[in-house]
């Protein structure tokens, strides 16, 4: 996959291979540099970019900086000059629709709609609750005939069967339903339901059986008698937990009271100490968030930057506790071994424990109601107060909420069109630790036999340059200047470039290929299966024009 | 002719009259392809190199050699020369602009930032 630069020294038509010279970088990695740069600048178009995308923006665009130091002052400053150089890539990109603002009209009729719909409504609830009215009534008129009636039978027998023709057990049944009617009745008309003194009033009568002693009450009744029971227990306990809450309201009521005394001592105080807090517990939730989703954030575009390990897909909890496990597994045995000494050794273990970030999810709640609390209170006392402002995290969000421009479309290509090529003279950008391009012409040349006087000279002044990297604009230029550094003053340099870089190589094996003596001067694959590479290597290629 | 041939820009021909062996010859349709790619390492490992006598020159010792001049320092983000360096996340930055950036970056994206100049923290 890597392709190579190459410097070769030819004398006299021959080739002197003692002082070739290689380097492992290649237009391979200025892609792939380029790709990765604009990949990390522009996260949102990862999908745009890719390799072949990339390659012909290289080819397009990718300059050699005359000197890299001075280029890049240039676009630091933000000259003018700096501009021209600035390329951009227009994506595809379509406006979304702009929504106009409702006109007058269009509002009017959204309320009419609006207003009519509520109209429509409160008619139908109003008809309902008259038609329940008017059943409750008559239901309410057919209890009392009831009872009046009852009240001309005076032997107890009849009561019973008149009762039961009527389709209820006892008297007591007839009275409950009559003051359940007449209370429902009063709730439809909107009276207030005196619910409490029901409650006094009724609880003697309905846990009628309660005080009775066991042995006294048949099977049924000591069945009526454990519903009773059950039935007081449940209303004391709900009694009682009303009355907590109105404990805790008075209790809420007080602090708000005392703090807005506080605040009427000291209103900029106060305000100051309530951003404070809110501050201090926004970033802690922050942060907590931060934890439990680090880590997730780009995992598909990891794998590009080289190997992905196993550490990198979990989040931070999780890498840690990893950590912990791996230390304790090494640990053992080297030294002595004080663990347990003090108390706060165990505390590992629970750090260890899988579900440890699920214990404290109790704790996040009690802080986020804490904090809903502060920025009510704040949003009410503060007007220049905006929820979440100080927060890091909204401010990312925020780009989210705004429509998209056609500059969130564009790729700026600004000192990225030098930065890419410039590794080819400084590899040390991608972190490879070897020498560039003009160092490199210095390196073979001192590889050159010495014995020649005036050789290095003669090299120097016919370099040519091929391979598709040596197609960058001002490649040449850069190339002299870099050699001119590194030799004495006076030397004659000509930098030389092939008529067609990328093909020169592949024609002149082609035409090498194509000629008559081909066979003769080649070896086939049969030799070299026979003779060995040793045979081979004796011949000692001779290089003739 | 099938809709991709006649979009695509460019369209090899499948007979080549250079080619003692032609590709549908040697790599049938709908087999897995016979030849195993070997890796530069595995052929270099192959060659012994380390057999050669020294002076001789090899693919291996003919590879430069590391620069004699101390390598530039850039920044990670901007590219612009970066006189400061940032212990947290061990970037090279070029301003106060840039400290700010870096240090809002989400970890992964440092650690790819360190992996361009090969000196990211890989856990494995």
Redo the contacts between chains.
């Keep these: 996959m890597?392709s190579y630069k190459w410097v070769e020294q030819f004398i006299n038509g021959e080739p002197v291979?003692?002082a070739?010279?290689?380097?492992?970088v290649g237009g391979y990695h200025v892609t792939d540099?380029l790709k990765?740069?604009l990949s990390?600048k522009y996260p949102h178009h990862i999908s745009k970019l890719t390799w072949e995308r990339v390659e012909e923006l290289k080819m397009e665009h990718c300059y050699i900086a005359g000197d890299?130091?001075s280029e890049?002052?240039l676009?630091?400053r933000g000259d003018k000059e700096a501009e021209d150089k600035t390329r951009c890539w227009q994506l595809p990109w379509t406006p979304s629709p702009v929504e106009e603002p409702p006109s007058e009209e269009e509002i009017a009729r959204k309320a009419a709609l609006k207003e009519k719909q509520s109209q429509r409504l409160r008619e139908m609830a109003e008809a309902k609750r008259s038609s329940k009215i008017n059943e409750l009534e008559n239901e309410l008129k057919g209890l009392e005939f009831l009872l009046e009636e009852l009240k001309d039978i005076e032997e107890d027998d009849e009561i019973v069967s008149f009762l039961v023709s009527r389709g209820y057990a006892a008297k007591r049944e007839v009275e409950s339903a009559f003051a359940k009617v007449t209370q429902s009745l009063r709730k439809a008309k909107g009276e207030q339901v005196p619910s409490e003194e029901k409650v006094d009033i009724s609880a003697a009568e309905k846990y009628y059986l309660i005080d009775i002693p066991d042995d006294e009450l048949s099977a049924e009744q000591l069945k009526e008698k454990r519903r009773q029971v059950f039935l007081k227990s449940t209303t004391e306990a709900r009694q009682r937990a009303k009355q907590r809450r109105l404990e805790e309201e008075l209790e809420k009521e007080k602090e708000k009271k005392l703090e807005e005394q506080k605040r009427m001592e000291n209103p900029e105080c106060y305000l100051e100490q309530l951003r404070a807090k809110y501050k201090e517990l926004s970033e802690k939730l922050e942060q907590r968030k931060r934890l439990k989703t680090?880590?997730n954030?780009?995992n598909g575009?990891?794998n590009v930057?080289?190997?992905v390990?196993?550490?990198?897909r979990l989040n931070?909890a999780q890498?840690e506790r990893m950590r912990l496990l791996t230390t304790a597994a090494f640990d053992r045995g080297k030294g002595e071994d004080t663990f347990g000494q003090r108390d706060e050794d165990w505390q590992l273990y629970k750090l260890m424990s899988r579900d440890n970030d699920d214990d404290d999810d109790d704790k996040p709640d009690h802080d986020e109601t804490e904090l809903a609390r502060i920025s009510s209170r704040l949003r009410e006392i503060d007007p220049t107060f905006f929820p979440g402002s100080e927060s890091?995290a909204s401010a990312?969000e925020v780009p989210r909420f705004r429509p998209l421009t056609k500059e969130d479309f564009q790729i700026i290509l600004g000192?990225?069109r030098f930065?890419c090529p410039e590794v080819l003279f400084?590899?040390?950008?991608?972190?490879?630790?070897?020498?560039?391009l003009d160092?490199?012409v210095g390196?073979s040349l001192r590889r050159l036999p010495s014995w020649v006087q005036g050789l290095e000279d003669k090299m120097t002044s016919s370099i040519l340059v091929t391979g598709g990297s040596c197609l960058y604009p001002g490649m040449g230029e850069r190339l002299e200047a870099g050699i001119r550094m590194i030799r004495p003053c006076g030397t004659p340099i000509k930098v030389v470039r092939a008529t067609d870089p990328i093909m020169d190589a592949w024609r002149g094996a082609s035409v090498y290929a194509a000629a008559m003596q081909f066979p003769q001067q080649t070896f086939s694959r049969t030799d070299y299966y026979d003779k060995g590479e040793d045979w081979l290597r004796r011949y000692k290629f001779k290089y003739t024009i | 002719m099938e809709r991709e041939v006649l979009e695509a820009e460019l369209v090899l021909p499948t007979h080549m009259k250079f080619k003692k062996i032609q590709m549908y010859d040697k790599y049938p349709k709908g087999q897995a392809r016979g030849r195993h790619w070997k890796h530069?390492k595995q052929i270099i490992q192959a060659e012994n190199y380390e057999n050669y006598p020294p002076?001789l020159?090899t693919?291996v010792n003919?590879?430069?050699?590391?620069?004699?001049?101390p390598?530039?320092k850039?920044c990670d983000i901007?590219?612009?020369?970066a006189p400061y360096f940032d212990p947290r996340t061990k970037l090279r930055y070029?301003n106060t602009e840039v400290f700010k950036a870096i240090r809002?970056l989400?970890?992964?994206?440092v650690?790819?930032?360190l992996?361009?100049?090969?000196?990211?923290v890989?856990?494995?």
Excluded at chain 1, 309 to 312: A, D, L, P, Q
Excluded at chain 1, 426 to 436: E, M, T
């Design positions: 890597l291979y003692e070739c010279c290689r380097t492992n540099y990765q740069l990390l890299y130091a890049v002052q676009f630091q680090n880590g954030h780009a575009n990891n930057s080289g190997g390990g196993r550490g990198e931070a890498r890091g990312s000192v990225e930065r400084n590899p040390n950008f991608i972190g490879i630790d070897q020498s560039g160092e490199m390196v | 530069l002076q020159p693919y003919i590879e430069t050699p590391p620069s004699m001049h390598g530039k850039i901007t590219g612009f020369e070029a809002s989400p970890n992964d994206y650690q790819r930032y992996a361009l100049r090969n000196a990211a890989v856990l494995r």
